[in-house]
């Protein structure tokens, strides 16, 4: 069993930042972070950003050059620099792993970017 933990969500102004975190405990072994996404009130859940396991990133066309995702295996974290942050940003963002055929994800954290 693993437990994905997402934090560092808030309430900001346009133009602000945050970083979001994505923590992994319990059964970690073999553990794979997948990437980051979002979901706003009635809408699809969407994909944010990507990480590979060889480090490569792959972002939405909406959050280029603003969002930055990254990882940590020796602590078992992801994390996701927001930069710039618009309106349109706001959502419940959500981290996912997998492990063999399993994908977890977490319960997620508020963004909320007022305008």
């Known amino acids: 069993q693993v437990q994905l933990v997402e934090s560092g969500g808030g309430l900001v102004q346009a133009g602000g930042s945050l970083r979001l975190s994505c923590a992994a405990s319990?059964?970690?072994?073999?553990?794979?972070?997948i990437g980051w996404y979002r979901q706003a009130p009635g809408k699809q859940r969407e994909l944010v950003a990507l990480?590979?396991?060889?480090?490569?990133?792959n972002y939405a066309d909406s959050v280029k050059g603003r969002f930055t995702i990254s990882r940590d295996n020796a602590k078992n974290a992801l994390y996701l620099e927001m930069n710039g942050l618009k309106p349109e940003d706001t959502a419940v963002y959500y981290c996912?792993?997998?492990?063999?055929?399993?994908?977890?994800w977490g319960q997620g954290t508020q963004v909320t970017v007022s305008s």
């Open positions: 319990g059964n970690t072994r073999s553990i794979d972070f």
């Open positions: 990480i590979s396991d060889g480090g490569s990133t």
């Open positions: 996912q792993g997998r492990r063999a055929s399993s994908v977890y």
